[in-house]
């Protein structure tokens, strides 16, 4: 019987048919290994197996050495929620269009997770970010994301002025459609696309990129990780503003409320193939020259 990650819990995409056959290749393949499995209690219906265990995915991720997300970058920051409140490390298996964070295709799980679990892997830590919206003194929201915070204007064509400060120090005051918050992570996510740099996942840095700024020479700007960034907005007027940790949506964002950012206590540990290679996938990805150098 296989010792290494005895229990291995599986997170599927969910509502989304076309992972069956992936899931029920990898379920049958762990069971065969003598490994315990449990799948997510949304995608245990696509597994065609009798006595299934499943459960929620923070009871999976509670009992569970090693988890293995099935699906895209979206099911893979789901997963790592979960994982980082119980140190667990994460896998992605990658059946979505463009994964930064899932990087062992369906044709090679077998053979890549053969090695894998015999111990030959590469491990790599992503930290979060944690944030508070604080009103009235109190913190009335609370959220963790791995990829980014996003404060951005909501139900209204009026931009909003945002005012920044990093660790008790005024930065800026910008007018614009709302402002990016990324971590290496997340700086080839909705960061890249509004114009933001691409940063190495190994650099203890964030990213502050603007969207659609009124003043052109409002550009992104890096900082280190290790600072409070508070964010408010001006009171010239009454704003409507929402904020987004990943794809999670705060709402009802009020011009007196104040929003903290920072990095979160604890990271997630991501498992990789012995032959991962960061500027590998962006040249895939990004369809950048695949040519070798002279």
Same mark, same amino acid.
């Not at 369906?106 to 979060?128: F, M, N, W």
């Given at each position: ?11 599927? /995409? @969910? ?23 449990? &799948? ?6 696509? &597994? ?18 090693? @988890? ?19 140190? &667990? ?65 909501? &139900? ?80 010239? /007027?009454? @704003? ?25 206590? /604890? ?17 895939? /990805? ?9």
């Amino acid at each position: 019987m296989s010792t290494l990650f005895q229990r291995i819990g599986i997170i599927g /995409k @969910i509502g989304d048919p076309s992972i069956a056959g992936t899931l029920n290749q990898l379920y049958g393949y762990l069971q065969g290994r003598g490994h315990t499995v449990m &799948v997510d209690a949304e995608s245990v219906g696509f &597994v065609n197996q009798t006595n299934v265990q499943s459960a929620a995915i923070q009871v999976l991720a509670q009992n569970s050495d090693l @988890i293995i997300a099935v699906g895209g970058d979206g099911t893979f920051l789901s997963a790592s929620r979960a994982a980082a409140d119980y140190d &667990v490390p994460i896998l992605g298996v990658n059946l979505g269009r463009l994964g930064f964070l899932v990087d062992i295709s369906p044709e090679q799980l077998l053979s890549q997770l053969d090695a894998i679990l015999a111990g030959r892997y590469k491990t790599e830590q992503r930290h979060l970010l944690i944030t508070k919206i604080i009103r009235d003194d109190q913190v009335i929201h609370q959220q963790t994301a791995v990829n980014e915070v996003v404060v951005h204007r909501w &139900v209204t064509p009026s931009m909003i002025e945002i005012v920044t400060s990093i660790d008790g120090v005024y930065l800026n005051t910008q007018r614009s459609d709302g402002l990016i918050v990324a971590t290496p992570t997340g700086s080839t996510a909705y960061s890249l696309s509004a114009g933001g740099p691409i940063l190495h996942p190994g650099l203890h840095a964030l990213v502050l990129v603007p969207l659609n700024p009124h003043t052109l020479s409002n550009r992104p700007i890096v900082i280190d990780d290790n600072v409070e960034i508070e964010i408010r907005f001006s009171h010239i /007027k009454q @704003i409507n503003a929402q904020v987004t940790c990943d794809h999670l949506e705060i709402p009802d964002v009020r011009c007196s409320d104040q929003i903290v950012i920072k990095k979160a206590d /604890k990271a997630i540990t991501i498992l990789h193939p012995e032959d991962h290679d960061f500027f590998h996938i962006l040249r895939s /990805k990004l369809n950048w020259s695949g040519g070798n150098p002279a």
